[in-house]
């Protein structure tokens, strides 16, 4: 009984409210320490996709959690980045800091990301498991074959028209932002005057992530692949698959790349329309992971 008299008092001086964009950091150092090696400079295009859609719960002035919640658009959004410190956790923050985020994205169908282990958390909230997605790792180096050129030769309006035929959402702020981040390489096959596939490789806190990788076929995603980890000869580098493109599990393996890591892509409604078959590397897992 004094556990949860306890606990009670604790939550009646947690405060929830928006995050600002300089406390962006403080949830990007907390994935950083659950292991999930975001990106340097991933805070800012996730902020920027949509700046009211974080919340961070803070105790006597201390930051002690956080949240995301991004709507993409009217009726699709992401819950994502949702941590407690793990001292201040089973005393009931993460359920005022989910509540918080699901109230934000009421009427929209909302995607996750979530650690294996939290699935049955997300069942009980009306979550269901569509597919898992792998996390490998390999190693960089290589040859940059031809027919690859910089995303920059690409026009930016057909590179949104490409994105809008794999993502169920028009994110034209995040794509920006991911396309032109510091420490990173942005590269694009064209094919008869037209996308057929384009990449990002940038630096995380460890090695390198490649992703998105999206394209029209295997072909085409491996020069593209090979083309970005022929910018980092040596280092770490990862690759995050959804598991039901086999293509994309095939390329993975072929370059002796290992699973180190899954999570679980779950709906809270129908799955949206998605072009798995195009989809060899997603863009992030960090603004879906979870763990309250």
Not at 255 to 267: A, P
Request: charged content about 25%; hydrophobic content about 40%.
């Amino acid at each position: 009984m004094q556990q949860g008299t306890d606990d009670q008092a604790i939550l009646d001086r947690l405060s929830i409210r928006r995050m600002t964009r300089d406390e962006v950091a403080f949830i990007i150092d907390l994935a950083a320490e659950e292991g999930w090696n975001p990106g340097i400079h991933d805070g800012r295009c996730f902020y920027a996709t949509d700046p009211n859609g974080f919340f961070v719960g803070e105790l006597d002035g201390e930051l002690v959690g956080s949240i995301s919640a991004v709507a993409y658009n009217d009726s699709f959004g992401f819950i994502g980045l949702y941590i407690v410190k793990p001292e201040f956790r089973g005393k009931g923050m993460g359920t005022r800091l989910w509540d918080v985020g699901r109230a934000y994205l009421t009427d929209h169908s909302i995607e996750l990301d979530g650690v294996v282990a939290q699935q049955p958390y997300y069942n009980r909230h009306g979550f269901r498991i569509e597919y898992q997605n792998l996390r490998y790792e390999g190693v960089g180096g290589g040859i940059m074959p031809e027919g690859v050129v910089e995303i920059s030769e690409v026009p930016y309006k057909e590179l949104l028209v490409y994105d809008a035929g794999i993502f169920p959402a028009a994110i034209p702020q995040f794509l920006k932002c991911w396309i032109e981040q510091p420490e990173s390489v942005a590269l694009a096959v064209v094919k008869d005057s037209r996308v057929a596939g384009y990449g990002v490789i940038r630096k995380c806190r460890t090695g390198h992530k490649i992703g998105p990788l999206f394209a029209d076929n295997e072909h085409i995603a491996e020069n593209l692949f090979a083309a970005l980890k022929s910018h980092v000869p040596g280092e770490s580098i990862f690759l995050d698959t959804p598991e039901v493109n086999p293509k994309a599990v095939a390329l993975a393996e072929r370059h002796h790349m290992h699973v180190m890591f899954q999570t679980v892509r779950m709906y809270s409604r129908e799955e949206p329309h998605i072009s798995r078959t195009r989809i060899f590397g997603v863009s992030t897992f960090e603004l879906g992971l979870m763990l309250k």
